[in-house]
């Protein structure tokens, strides 16, 4: 059974930094594009980054490209999220996710293209 499992929220202030992580359970890990998505009160799930299954690409929401990093260490089966100069919109729960379909690029901009979840971490920036 495959799990994910985000480490690294925290309270932070604006122009901050934080560095979150995902650990993948199971096999294949390096098949699979991986993505970021978070999750604010009131609002939709949306995406933030998606790493393709051999780390060579990374594609970024508008509002977080320039400031975050998305990477992935297939040897560790983790995902990576470096978020640099956070802001107070930054603020919701982040969440990791693999994609439903080994080798692909359909939809990882979009929730309905992944599968597995992890439970999330909150990310809070003070302004």
């Known amino acids: 059974q495959i799990q994910l499992v985000e480490s690294g929220g925290g309270l932070v202030q604006a122009g901050d930094s934080l560095r979150l992580a995902c650990v993948v359970s199971?096999?294949?890990?390096?098949?699979?594009?991986m993505g970021w998505f978070r999750q604010a009160p009131g609002t939709e799930r949306e995406f933030v980054a998606a790493?393709?299954?051999?780390?060579?690409?990374?594609v970024y929401a508008d509002s977080v490209k320039g400031r975050f990093t998305g990477s992935r260490d297939n040897a560790k089966n983790t995902l990576y999220l470096q978020m640099n100069s956070l802001k107070a919109e930054d603020t919701a729960v982040y969440y990791c996710?693999?994609?439903?379909?080994?080798?692909?690029?359909?939809?990882?901009?979009?929730?309905?293209?992944?599968?597995?979840w992890g439970q999330g971490t909150q990310v809070t920036v003070s302004s």
């Open positions: 996710a693999r994609h439903q379909a080994r080798r692909s690029l359909e939809q990882i901009r979009s929730t309905r293209g992944y599968d597995v």
């Open positions: 199971g096999r294949n890990f390096n098949a699979y594009t």
């Open positions: 790493m393709t299954w051999g780390g060579g690409t990374t």
